[in-house]
T-cell receptor, first 113, second 112 residues
Framework: QQQVKQSPQSLIVQKGGIPIINCAYE??????FPWYQQFPGKGPALLIA?????SEKKEGRFTISFNKSAKQFSLHIMDSQPGDSATYFC????????????FGAGTTVTVRA | ETGVTQSPTHLIKTRGQQVTLRCSSQ?????VSWYQQALGQGPQFIFQ???????GRGNFPPRFSGLQFPNYSSELNVNALELDDSALYLC???????????FGEGSWLTVV
């Protein structure tokens, strides 16, 4: 069964908008939550990651919000640009399991100029 | 660029054949993992290699096997190919105990 559930499947925003992607997990042993960005024909590229001891992390225009009690985390893309159009995957893993990643199903984000 | 290189980039095989995919990990990374990404889906963990031994396996049958070499490069072998094996196969490398995992560009396998 899928250990990480991701939504929505796709979304379209205008340039400057803030696409928000949500993920939920059940396994409380997960202690590392990365987000990957994937362009067509390319491998996933690490975007940003968070551990459950913090509730928010920002790197450039990308922000992760983490809610440990709800077992949910989300990615916000601030001031989105057409170049951000890609598929985004959330993932989760445990340090005790050598960081073998469980991925969500992906969200295709389209940013219109 | 992640420093993880994979070959070949694309290949077509016939059902029942065998395939070998290759991966060179990023310099200094001694742990290699393989993932299968079907079209429109997230990557699925196949297995991980550390010190030339399998270190964990996902829900994949034994006809999926691998090797890691002393230089940390790796191979993924799939026997008795099935149509559902058509996917992007991704290699990822990391340092032992490290949580930063870098992916290669992948090998596209089409089984006809």
């Amino acid at each position: 069964q899928q250990q990480v559930k991701q939504s929505p499947q796709s979304l379209i925003v205008q340039k400057g908008g803030i696409p928000i992607i949500n993920c939920a997990y059940e396994n409380t042993a997960f202690d590392y939550f990365p987000w990957y960005q994937q362009f067509p024909g390319k491998g996933p590229a690490l975007l940003i990651a968070i551990r459950p001891d913090v509730s928010e992390k920002k790197e450039g225009r990308f922000t992760i919000s983490f809610n440990k009690s709800a077992k949910q985390f989300s990615l916000h893309i601030m001031d989105s640009q057409p170049g951000d159009s890609a598929t985004y995957f959330c993932a989760a893993s445990t340090s005790r399991n050598d960081y073998k990643l469980s991925f969500g199903a992906g969200t295709t984000v389209t940013v219109r100029a | 660029e992640t420093g993880v290189t994979q070959s070949p980039t694309h290949l077509i095989k016939t059902r029942g054949q065998q395939v070998t995919l290759r991966c060179s990990s990023q310099s200094g990374h001694n742990t290699v993992s393989w993932y299968q990404q079907a079209l429109g889906q997230g990557p699925q963990f196949i297995f991980q290699y550390y010190r030339e031994e399998e270190n964990g396996r996902g829900n994949f049958p034994p006809r999926f096997s691998g090797l890691q070499f002393p230089n940390y490069s790796s191979e993924l072998n799939v026997n008795a190919l099935e149509l559902d094996d058509s996917a992007l196969y991704l290699c990822a490398s990391s340092s032992v105990g490290g949580n930063t995992i870098y992916f290669g560009e992948g090998s596209w396998l089409t089984v006809v």
